[in-house]
């Protein structure tokens, strides 16, 4: 019901910045939450964002927290990742991913998300 294609990932210098979309398009809803994920080979996909579409919540990985910020565009069905000041452990495919979410603690739980999209890669070269 709810297709999700990232975009904006490329190659940056350790400093540098990046800005991933991820557009929604099929039926969505305001209940509908909004994150995104990341993950680097032989590692387990990990949380990073997340962002309501009801309301301005936000969640943020504390390994991300001052360096990345997330936003959305409603009337665009368009969720965007702005990531600062990237460094090397940065590097990873990043996923958007949607699912219905009421509770502030489920944000950065995978299991509660029901949509997720291909992947955009990052590399963040030392």
């Known amino acids: 019901q709810v297709q999700l294609v990232e975009s904006g990932g490329g190659l940056v210098q350790v400093g540098g910045s990046l800005r991933l979309s991820c557009a929604a398009s099929?039926?969505?809803?305001?209940?509908?939450?909004m994150g995104w994920f990341r993950q680097a080979p032989g590692k387990e996909r990990e949380f990073v964002a997340a962002?309501?579409?009801?309301?301005?919540?936000?969640y943020y990985a504390d390994s991300v927290k001052g360096r990345f910020t997330i936003s959305r565009d409603n009337a665009k069905n368009t969720v965007y990742l702005q990531m600062n000041s990237l460094k090397p452990e940065d590097t990873a495919v990043y996923y958007c991913?949607?699912?219905?979410?009421?509770?502030?603690?489920?944000?950065?739980?995978?299991?509660?998300?029901?949509?997720w999209g291909q992947g955009t890669q990052v590399t963040v070269s030392s």
């Open positions: 991913a949607a699912g219905i979410i009421y509770f502030y603690s489920d944000y950065p739980k995978r299991t509660k998300y029901d949509y």
């Open positions: 099929g039926r969505t809803f305001s209940s509908l939450a």
């Open positions: 962002i309501s579409w009801s309301g301005g919540r936000i």
